[in-house]
């Protein structure tokens, strides 16, 4: 059998992209060169919008088992807290998961790989792609098989989602512009006592730089990580007892640590490819962007170009769309993996910068600056929907119309429809509108007005939700400032597509054919 997609690469964006696809019903092929799931926890932060994503995807209460919520974010400065971001407060009411879940992307990747063989899934280990051409209508793929051996193949569609070094991208020939950053980075899973604010993340800045310290399950157990110090740079054998002394230097006498499990050091690059898509090859995760990790964002980001895709690929594989909704995913993803590198690139050069005024910028000013930015509901929020990548939107691109008459400060096409719970029927219970949302298809949230009429179904893609008027959902949807009436017709991603004040069923249709390219 041919699939009909064929994802390289089974990190957290290819398993993420496979998931997507196979319970949508495309037919998948997920390969990758390693002989098995890596066991390396890299990624630490598990985003709100990843969990709302995992939670569609029925895995979030795994997750949610496994990891441990950071309900909150220190900033120290010259041995004294300055600031606290409230993570808890500061995303109540914006999402079910007002927390960052700290989980090592091993155990994302041995969920998501478990879900997938629920859905009858599973992934080609030590099989590596060598070669690509594109055909028309399709491309060839070669690989290389666990014997040795090399075989043709064909897709329609290549997904490559293998990590920083792509072999979609080189075969493609797009380039990877950007560069190196001069600094070591350090990375150990150690067991620690100190003044940290337990069960929380703890941001140490230093004039020589900046430590993180992340709890992890278990007494005791933090995750640290750092710049090396100059005079390491050079060694290839640095064990964690030659980084000791510089953190204790920082800390002071109150750090201690007791037993360190695992250490490793690394350089970073900050890098975009040059496009996201060569004809019927796209490129998604690490092989289109990569950054520093001040912020936890690489791996969320890259979950989230998977799911951008996913369903733009099923409607266009499943004959359901023209192939032209397919350019609206370069159109949305390269806009934000452009403002992650800028905004990562800027936050990074501040806290690793080696002068003198950036290090009295670090531990004097930032830390005020912070502690004072902290203090105000306003701030806390925009930087929890920042981190949280909930504040993503497409309003740029060309799948977001809004119609005429919302009101300023209404969500508009291409945000996030926003996480609310509301009243579906007259007497029924208030429900969760994430759960109510069916992200296999596009889903219609009429507010305030009656049911539309005239067997609007979109082929059978469509769920239609009435939010009637009543007192609770008046209040739920004031907060949003979410109009009375209004509709929102979300797309299976869950960001708006199309918004107005008052039902119009003709630029629904106009819409879908014209925007998402839906035969119907
Ligand atoms: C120390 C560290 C800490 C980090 N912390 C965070 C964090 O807290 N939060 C966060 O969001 N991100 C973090 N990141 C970034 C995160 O680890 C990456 O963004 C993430 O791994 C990207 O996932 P991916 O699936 O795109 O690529 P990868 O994880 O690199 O997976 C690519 C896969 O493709 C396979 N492959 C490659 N070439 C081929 C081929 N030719 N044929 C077949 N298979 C192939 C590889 O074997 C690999 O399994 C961190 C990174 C590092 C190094």
């Given at each position: 059998m041919e699939?009909?997609?064929l994802v390289v690469g089974a990190g957290p964006t290819g398993l993420m992209l496979a998931n997507q696809l196979v319970r949508r019903g495309v037919r998948t092929l997920i390969i990758d060169r390693h002989a098995g799931p890596s066991r390396e926890t890299r990624a630490l932060g598990v985003q709100a919008r990843t969990l709302e994503i995992y939670a569609k995807l029925g895995i979030a209460g795994r997750a949610l088992e496994l990891g441990k919520r950071g309900t909150g974010a220190n900033l120290w400065a010259q041995g004294r807290k300055t600031a606290r971001v409230p993570l808890g407060e500061a995303g109540r009411n914006l999402t079910p998961y007002p927390f960052i879940l700290i989980l090592g992307?091993?155990?994302?990747?041995?969920?998501m790989g478990d879900k997938l063989r629920d859905l009858g899934g599973s992934v080609a280990w030590n099989t590596e792609l060598v070669g690509l051409a594109q055909e028309p209508g399709r491309v060839a793929a070669r690989l290389r098989l666990p014997d040795g051996t090399e075989k043709d193949i064909h897709a329609a569609w290549v997904a490559g989602c293998d990590g920083a070094r792509s072999s979609v991208r080189e075969l493609s020939e797009i380039g990877f512009p950007g560069a190196p950053y001069e600094h070591v980075f350090f990375v150990a899973d150690t067991e620690a006592t100190g003044d940290m604010v337990p069960d929380e993340i703890?941001?140490?800045?230093?004039?020589?730089?900046?430590?993180?310290?992340?709890?992890?399950?278990?007494?005791?157990?933090?995750?640290?990580?750092?710049?090396?110090?100059?005079?390491?740079?050079?060694?290839?054998?640095?064990?964690?007892e030659d980084v000791i002394p510089s953190l204790r230097h920082e800390a002071g006498a109150g750090l201690s640590f007791k037993a360190c499990s695992?250490?490793?050091?690394?350089?970073?690059?900050?890098?975009?490819?040059?496009?996201?898509?060569?004809?019927?090859?796209?490129?998604?995760?690490?092989?289109?962007?990569?950054?520093?990790?001040?912020?936890?964002?690489?791996?969320?980001?890259?979950?989230?170009?998977?799911?951008?895709?996913?369903?733009?690929?099923?409607?266009?594989?499943?004959?359901?769309?023209?192939?032209?909704?397919?350019?609206?995913?370069?159109?949305?993803?390269?806009?934000?993996?452009?403002?992650?590198?800028?905004?990562?690139?800027?936050?990074?050069?501040?806290?690793?910068?080696?002068?003198?005024?950036?290090?009295?910028?670090?531990?004097?000013?930032?830390?005020?600056?912070?502690?004072?930015?902290?203090?105000?509901?306003?701030?806390?929020?925009?930087?929890?929907?920042?981190?949280?990548?909930?504040?993503?939107?497409?309003?740029?691109?060309?799948?977001?119309?809004?119609?005429?008459g919302l009101a300023d400060?209404?969500?508009?096409?291409?945000?996030?429809?926003?996480?609310?719970?509301?009243?579906f029927g007259t007497d029924g219970p208030v429900e969760d509108v994430f759960e109510k949302l069916d992200d296999t298809q596009f889903n219609l949230i009429v507010i305030g007005q009656p049911q539309p009429s005239g067997?609007?179904?979109?082929?059978?893609?469509?769920?239609?939700?009435?939010?009637?008027?009543?007192?609770?959902?008046?209040?739920?949807?004031?907060?949003?400032?979410?109009?009375?009436?209004?509709?929102?017709?979300?797309?299976?991603?869950?960001?708006?597509?199309?918004?107005?004040?008052?039902?119009?069923?003709?630029?629904?249709?106009?819409?879908?054919?014209?925007?998402?390219?839906?035969?119907?």
């Open positions: 699939p009909d997609v992307q091993d155990d994302s990747e041995r969920i703890n941001v140490y800045v230093w004039r020589e730089g900046f430590h993180l310290l992340f709890p992890m399950r278990g007494k005791d157990h933090w995750r640290v990580v750092g710049i090396l110090p100059a005079a390491l740079h050079h060694r290839d054998d640095v064990t964690f695992w250490f490793s050091t690394y350089r970073i690059h900050h890098r975009s490819a040059a496009r996201f898509r060569d004809r019927r090859c796209f490129l998604l995760g690490d092989a289109a962007h990569i950054h520093s990790p001040v912020g936890a964002q690489g791996m969320n980001t890259g979950l989230q170009d998977a799911y951008n895709l996913a369903w733009k690929l099923a409607l266009v594989v499943s004959g359901r769309a023209d192939a032209a909704l397919l350019e609206s995913y370069e159109e949305e993803r390269v806009p934000v993996a452009r403002r992650l590198l800028n905004t990562t690139d800027r936050a990074f050069r501040l806290v690793v910068s080696d002068s003198r005024l950036a290090g009295l910028l670090r531990t004097k000013v930032l830390a005020r600056v912070a502690a004072f930015a902290m203090s105000l509901e306003r701030i806390q929020k925009f930087a929890f929907r920042t981190v949280s990548q909930i504040g993503i939107n497409y309003r740029n691109g060309s799948l977001a119309k809004s119609l005429e400060g209404a969500p508009r096409a291409g945000d996030r429809f926003p996480w609310l719970r509301l009243r067997g609007l179904d979109l082929g059978g893609l469509l769920r239609i939700h009435v939010v009637p008027v009543d007192p609770v959902n008046h209040a739920a949807l004031a907060r949003a400032q979410i109009p009375e009436p209004s509709f929102y017709l979300v797309r299976p991603d869950g960001h708006v597509g199309l918004c107005g004040v008052r039902w119009d069923a003709a630029a629904v249709r106009r819409y879908v054919s014209e925007s998402v390219h839906l035969a119907v």
